[in-house]
C-alpha cells in the first residue's frame, strides 16, 4: 500500500534561517505532489504542486521554493524564513487521472521566532 | 473560479445526537466533491469522495454525504455523534484540471465540538 511521510515534525527556527521540510512516498510511482500551508485558523492553501521530476508550478508568490529531485520526494525550502513563515505544512500526493484521490502526511508545524 | 464555502465556522452537538455540516460549492460542470477529517495536529483523513453516480455517498466512520447539484451543496451527515468524532472537517473541490493532475480547493473548515 503507499504510504507518505513527512519531515520533521515540528520545527522552531529563527528568523532569517534557512527551511528544508522533506516529504517522501511510498509504493507508487509518477504521483502528483503537493504542499499545503495551513495558518492558524485558517483553512489549507495551496503552496507548490509538482506533476513529475523537476516540473514544479507554484500558487502563491512567497518566500518559499519547492523541488522535486526524485520520482517521490518533494522537498520545500527556504533561504530566510519570515515570521509569517509560521504554520502548519502538509505535504500530499494523488496517483492522478480519472477518480484521483489526494492523499495527506501528518504535516510539519514550523514556528519562526 | 471555482470556490467552497462551509457557513459554520464552529459547531457543538451533544454525543448520540445526529450531525450534518454545511458545504456549499461554486463550481460550473459536475465537481469532484471531497470531505476530509483533521484531528489537532495531524494530517488530513479522506473520509469520502464524490465522482459521479449516486448522490448518496458512503464514507468511513459512518459519515455519509448528499450531493444536491440543485443547491450546489455536499452537506456531511453523520446519524449519532460520538466524543471521538471532534476534530476539524474540511469541503474541498477538485479545480477543472483535477483529471490531469490538478489541485483541490479547500473550505475554510467547521470545527467540531462534542459535549457529553
Known amino acids: 500500500s503507499q504510504t507518505i511521510h513527512q519531515w520533521p515534525a515540528t520545527l522552531v527556527q529563527p528568523v532569517g534561517s534557512p527551511l528544508s521540510l522533506e516529504c517522501t512516498v511510498e509504493g507508487t510511482s509518477n504521483p502528483n505532489l503537493y504542499w499545503y500551508r495551513q495558518a492558524a485558523g485558517r483553512g489549507l492553501q495551496l503552496l507548490f504542486y509538482s506533476v513529475g521530476i523537476g516540473q514544479i508550478s507554484s500558487e502563491v508568490p512567497q518566500n518559499l521554493s519547492a523541488s522535486r529531485p526524485q520520482d517521490r520526494q518533494f522537498i520545500l525550502s527556504s533561504k530566510k524564513l519570515l515570521l509569517s513563515d509560521s504554520g502548519f505544512y502538509l505535504c500530499?500526493?494523488?496517483?492522478?487521472?480519472?477518480?484521483?484521490?489526494?492523499?495527506f502526511g501528518e504535516g510539519s508545524w514550523l514556528t519562526v521566532v | 473560479a471555482q470556490s467552497v464555502t462551509q457557513p459554520d465556522i464552529h459547531i457543538t452537538v451533544s454525543e448520540g445526537a445526529s450531525l450534518e455540516l454545511r458545504c456549499n460549492y461554486s463550481?460550473?460542470?459536475?465537481?469532484?466533491l471531497f470531505w476530509y477529517v483533521q484531528s489537532p495536529g495531524q494530517g488530513l483523513q479522506l473520509l469520502l469522495k464524490?465522482?459521479?453516480?449516486?448522490?448518496l455517498v458512503q464514507g468511513i466512520k459512518g459519515f455519509e454525504a448528499e450531493f444536491k447539484r440543485s443547491q450546489s451543496s455536499f452537506n456531511l451527515r453523520k446519524p449519532s455523534v460520538h466524543w471521538s468524532d471532534a476534530a476539524e472537517y474540511f469541503c474541498a473541490v477538485g479545480d477543472r484540471f483535477y483529471n490531469q493532475g490538478g489541485k483541490l480547493i479547500f473550505g475554510q473548515g467547521t470545527e467540531l465540538s462534542v459535549k457529553p
Open positions: 463550481y460550473g460542470a459536475t465537481p469532484y
Open positions: 464524490y465522482f459521479s453516480g449516486d448522490t
Open positions: 500530499a500526493w494523488g496517483a492522478g487521472g480519472s477518480g484521483n484521490t489526494i492523499y
